[in-house]
């Protein structure tokens, strides 16, 4: 089988090519840390060549700059998996020939066997010139040179047709040698450069002189000029920014939460129609509240995810998403941030896991890593479940005032303890290993209508990441609950005298659940539960919170013998009466202001969500920060949580 790399510089349309000969939709990310692993395919059956793909991310020339660039040059020379390439295809933005045809002159001068493919010729049209192909491959030696457009494929059957010429002819990889890193030399080649350009392109406008094509082809485009004189002003370019941030995550919280909803009662009704069909049974637990349960905690970010990575891609491929970048970056550099850090803190606000997959869009390693560290600290909408009841608890019933500016100070303090964190573990340098210089040199696309099969695409294929990622390893740790709360004392005998089929489910689970592989886990840990004045049953629940946060609240009603009506409303009036009532071993109230206020602390910063490990460890490339960020958010939780109870009870209050 042949193999055909695509190389090219970044948003040259080069995996927008590679989308469409492979039909995959695969994306690779044109970022340090994202793009090391290269994505491969083959060719569509329809284009008649047996060939393998290979996207590599992009680079602007065969001399690295970082030691990112470094592994993926050395893909190029000799993939790890497929040797070198037989072919490999250039994309080259037409509309920046003085800059993008460097790689090509080095790709040659290495003995490689390319076609150049010209992309963005609709950008040069509009400027008013037109690219002579012909005449540029006789100044690059004869290479083919096509002009295509990715999205659409118009010109990709031209491509290919030079491709099965070229894939006929015998190849020998032993030519190949190393670029020529000499400095005089790449002077040399940016002048020839310089004339080539001169030369292939033709102006429109007959009366426009030679000479002057290369000024009026590089003035920037007078469409993109007029949006950014306003866009990017001083006053209002930051509000049109703010305002388009918050749409943004106004449109994730609230857009999602109709469909996840829909998501979780999906595989509600499906653990029930399991139970129906199959009767009560160990199997049939196990179906329903083991395997059902885990695929719906995988599921249930998913209309966060689409809507996410939808907006994304539309703020991308119009243009936008850049300029945002460039006005928030000030602020942010700051804490060692970088401008592409707000959008992925804004989403943590809903969900950490497509938080944590946006930092994709950081180009610097270090700056993507520190951002991907912080975002478990930004309060999700996973906890508003557990805040609500641990307000409601604090508050009497009838001050919603009270109740919201409790809520509001919670989420100010998120945001403080995610500042005053990024800053302390940017000094810190032993926490994130990556010594990547920060810099923000940003090149401003111009201004597109976004093609909307590119962008839905790439949503897709982000979405199916998530679940490919994350799925199996939320699955595995979900079942293990279930185990752990299931055995061994799986049907234990209760008195049913008097009680009602619903309570008495009610209260097998309770007595399953306390003579349980959990409630044992919970006693050895309730010598941590003390200094916060709490008991085994709220370890319990606690612990259960790690399969999701939002879990919090039905565990306690679980460990609290609820038993009362299945409604929302019922149910939370029923824990708030059972954690007033609620008394530990001495005989003393479990549940005071000081403890719920100490829970209320431990919720702000510690990490409890197997899935946002899991796509942290996807996207770090290792267990190493997940782990890390465990320990210190757990561990600096539980030690404020100590202190804060234990002061307030210093205080009187109780």
Known sequence: MNVISLVGPPNAGKTTLFNYLSGQNLKTVNYPGATVEYNSAKLQKKFGIDAQLIDTPGIVSLIPASLDEVVTVQGIYNNPEYGVPELIIVTVDSSQLSRHLLLVEELL???????????MVDILERKGFSVDCKKLSDKLGGVPVVKVDPRSGEGVDKLLDYAKKLLSEPFDASQIVPVNEDSKHLIDLYKGIGKIEKEVILSKDKT???????TSLHAPD????????????????FLVFILIMVVMFASIFWLAAPLMNLVDQFFGLLA????????????????????????????????????????????????????????????????????RSFVPLMSGFACAIPAIMSTRTIPNRRERLLTIF???????????????????FLVPAGHALLSGAILAAIYISSITITIIAAGIINKVRGIIKAEDKSSFILELPTYKMPKMSVVWKNTWTSTKTYVKSAGLIILTFSIILWVLTFFPNYNPKIDTA??????????????????????????????????LGLDWRVGVAVLTTFAARE???????????????????SIQRSILKSMKNAVAEDGK?????????????????????????????KETGSWRIPLFQFAIYSGGAYILAVIAVNLLRAVGVS
């Open 589 to 617: 109230p479990l549940f005071t202001t000081s403890t719920v206020i100490g829970l209320i602390i431990f919720f702000i910063i510690a990490l409890q969500c197997i899935s946002t490990m899991a796509i942290s460890r």
């Open 222 to 237: 007078e469409l993109t000029l007029k949006i950014d004189k306003f866009l990017l002003s001083k006053g209002v370019g």
């Open 374 to 392: 912080i975002i478990p600290l930004i309060s999700c909408s996973a906890r508003l479940p557990v805040y609500a009841l641990l307000i409601a």
């Open 498 to 531: 008097d009680l009602t089929p619903a309570q008495v489910e009610a209260q097998t689970q309770v007595a399953r659940i306390n003579g349980s592989y959990a409630a044992e886990l919970g006693k050895i840990i309730e010598p941590a539960m003390v200094p």
């Open 551 to 569: 879990v919090f609240v039905s565990s306690l009603a679980l460990m609290f013998k609820i038993t009362e009506s299945k409604d929302d409303y």
């Open 208 to 214: 426009v002189k030679p000479s002057s094509i290369q």
């Open 109 to 119: 001068e290495s003995k490689f066997r390319i076609i150049v493919a010209l992309t």
């Open 272 to 339: 029930s129609w399991t139970v129906e069909l199959l009767g009560k049974s160990f199997i049939t637990d196990f179906i329903a509240d083991g395997v059902i349960a885990g695929l719906g905690a995988v599921s249930v970010f998913v209309p966060q995810i689409i809507i996410l990575f939808l907006i994304l891609g539309l703020l991308e491929d119009s243009g936008y998403l850049a300029r945002g970048a460039m006005l928030i970056d000030r602020p942010l550099a700051r804490i060692g941030l970088n401008g």
